[in-house]
């Protein structure tokens, strides 16, 4: 097993390494990707002062949303009668992941229910999330057991913050045939006509984004990131704020909000497990 070296905040941080490409991930933080370099081409935006603070959500690098993505409302949602609470999105950002298997091309890493998880989310589970890189493909596979005796809600999203430079969003772009989105800035449905990343603020929940991958346009000078993700991600979130050098693209396997409403959410059975994947692509 590859060891670690200490990142920011002296952080224990794990390098996925082939020829160009460098990828590096922080189980203490959220299993945390938190950079990812194609040939001296920094793909990924991130504060690091909110890496180094534990009292804080980390902005930047690439999160993983679990078990619940989005808000819910009033942070709360309702299982057999009972109230449970859970912030906007979820727990598994904030916890320490424990490192199961580390190469120079992999790194798996493990997070299993307890009694704090239990507290707010009651379904016992173990997850697995690999990270895989080849050439300039990085891979998180997402693998989860249900090993509680109901069907467990699968509410995963990843939240990569991809570099664009504040001056280029008007030349960078998403590729998505959506016709209809949740705004969640302004609070209502809209019709998408194109998405224009130079506004105030764009936070669209793209409801009916076909494609299982989409590419991210990054203006001049910077080459494209291509996503492509397993089906079950149904939801494609788009979110960006004026004056930041960074563009959002999420995969959601629901719309926010779907423990408590049930919609469109897909179940694990009993004893069984799931697996789904996240490509990134510089």
């Known amino acids: 097993m590859n060891g670690p070296s ?8 794990y390098a996925l390494v082939d020829g160009g490409c460098r990828v590096e991930v922080i189980p203490s933080r ?20 909110t890496v180094a603070d534990p ?24 299982v057999d009668r009972q109230r449970y609470t859970l912030p906007q999105h979820g727990f598994a950002r904030r916890l320490p992941w424990t490192v199961r298997q580390a190469d120079a091309a992999r790194l798996v890493v493990e997070l299993s229910s307890s009694e704090e998880t239990l507290r707010h989310f009651p379904w016992r589970f173990d997850a697995r ?31 990569p913050y991809f570099r664009v430079p504040d ?18 800035w302004r609070g209502q449905d809209v019709a998408v006509t ?7 603020e764009v936070d669209l929940h793209l409801k009916d984004h076909s494609k299982p991958g989409t590419t991210l346009a990054r203006g001049p000078g910077l080459a494209p990131i291509r996503l492509s ?3 079950e991600y149904r939801v494609l979130v788009v979110w ?39 490509d990134i692509q510089g």
């Open 6 to 13: 200490p990142g920011i905040a002296g952080l224990d941080t």
């Open 30 to 49: 959220g299993a945390l990707v938190s950079r990812m370099c194609v040939d001296g081409d920094e793909l990924l935006y991130l504060d690091e002062a």
């Open 55 to 78: 009292a804080k959500n980390v902005r930047g690098g690439s999160p993983v949303l679990f078990p619940n993505a989005g808000p819910l409302p009033g942070d709360t949602y309702s």
């Open 129 to 159: 999330l690999s990270f895989s890189l080849v050439g300039k493909r990085l891979t998180l596979e997402f693998e989860v057991e249900n090993r509680d005796t109901r069907p467990m809600p699968l509410h995963l999203g990843f939240h």
């Open 167 to 184: 001056a280029a969003k008007a030349q960078a772009g998403v590729d998505t045939d959506a016709t209809r989105a949740w705004d969640n």
């Open 194 to 200: 194109g998405l224009d990343l130079t506004e105030e």
């Open 229 to 231: 993700w397993s089906p």
């Open 240 to 278: 960006t704020l004026r004056g930041k050098d960074f563009v959002c693209v999420e995969p959601w396997t629901a719309a926010k909000g779907a423990l408590a409403t049930g919609e469109g959410l897909p179940h694990v059975q009993p004893g069984a497990r799931a697996s789904l994947r996240f």
